[in-house]
């Protein structure tokens, strides 16, 4: 199926779950195409505002696996390696037979998995707000927003998510610079239908219930990115997921928050395109190691 926008809408099944994927192809790729696995809030349709900044990069994908958007969905008891296959399925599904891999928040666990899983089809990786499971730190959030959502205090759901979420300043407040970005973040938490909160429920039980990630296994050359002004996956959670990748260079980015690829949307597919196509860099990370 073809939308109006050009974008090809395919669906898939595995192991008896459905999901699927919108393929959006360049006018002259010059690129692997670039697939980006997005975090638990986020669905195949997040990544609107990027797409016309590939059209002279390459063709983009993006997922709604089980347990995302429009997807089944998927029971806590399935992990990320079973996320991991499932994107393995989809990459033969449209006969592509090596990508560009960009995984998110809560994306980037599957992505760190297929990349373990089958190398030799992921050309080179990024991964932005990366984590590795749920550090104790992590775990007393992560459950006490799931018992928000079901106890339907969803105004308390909401101020936590953007308190962690929201862009901020050095000052640890918020940064005024990003209201539209705040206000959207209000509403869609405010708007949570119940089966979007049943999943968010899954998803966090997911990551706390499942083995935190293997080191290595693979040598695809990796970004690891964190933004400076991130309260939800700090820079030092960044640099621990890095460390485990015998190919990978960890980044700080300056002035951000954990959804940089919202807050400063051009600048974050500047960078995809510099480290896909093995230039340094741009202006929009400094190195930190």
């Known amino acids: 199926m073809r939308g109006a926008d050009g974008a090809e809408v395919r669906e898939f099944s595995y192991e008896g779950f459905r999901y699927g994927c919108r393929v959006v192809r360049a006018r002259q790729p010059r690129l692997d195409p670039v697939l980006i696995v997005g975090g638990a809030f986020q669905d195949k349709d997040s990544w609107r505002q990027h797409q016309p900044h590939f059209d002279a990069v390459a063709d983009l994908v993006t997922v709604d696996l089980p347990g995302w958007g429009a997807a089944d969905g ?10 991991a296959a499932a994107l393995e399925h989809l990459l033969t599904g449209l006969g592509l037979a ?12 599957v992505a760190y998995c297929l990349a373990q899983r089958c190398q030799g ?9 990366a984590f590795d499971g749920a550090p104790a730190h992590a775990r007393a959030t992560h459950q006490r927003t799931v ?4 106890a339907g205090r969803t105004v308390e759901f909401t101020e936590v998510m953007v308190s962690l979420l929201a862009p901020r300043t050095r000052a640890g407040v918020a940064d005024g610079r990003n209201d539209a970005l705040t206000e959207m973040l209000r509403a869609q938490f405010g708007g949570l239908t119940a089966e979007a909160a049943a999943r968010y429920a899954e998803n966090s039980a997911r990551v706390l219930a499942h083995p935190r990630l293997r080191s290595g296994g693979h040598h695809v050359p990796t970004l690891v990115l964190a933004g400076e002004l991130d309260l939800c996956t700090p820079p030092e959670t960044g640099q621990r997921v890095a460390d485990m990748l015998p190919d990978a ?11 940089m690829w919202l807050e400063r949307p051009l600048e974050f597919v ?15 990370a400094c190195a930190a190691r």
């Open 249 to 259: 260079v960890f980044m700080t980015v300056p002035d951000a928050g954990h959804l």
């Open 147 to 150: 018992e928000l959502l079901a």
């Open 121 to 129: 089809r992921v050309a080179r990786m990024v991964l932005s707000g």
């Open 270 to 284: 500047r960078l995809l395109d510099d480290f896909f196509s093995g230039r340094p860099v741009g202006e929009l």
């Open 98 to 109: 090596r990508v560009n891999l960009v995984g998110t928040s809560y994306g980037s666990l």
């Open 74 to 83: 998927l029971p806590a008891r399935y992990g990320y390696d079973f996320l």
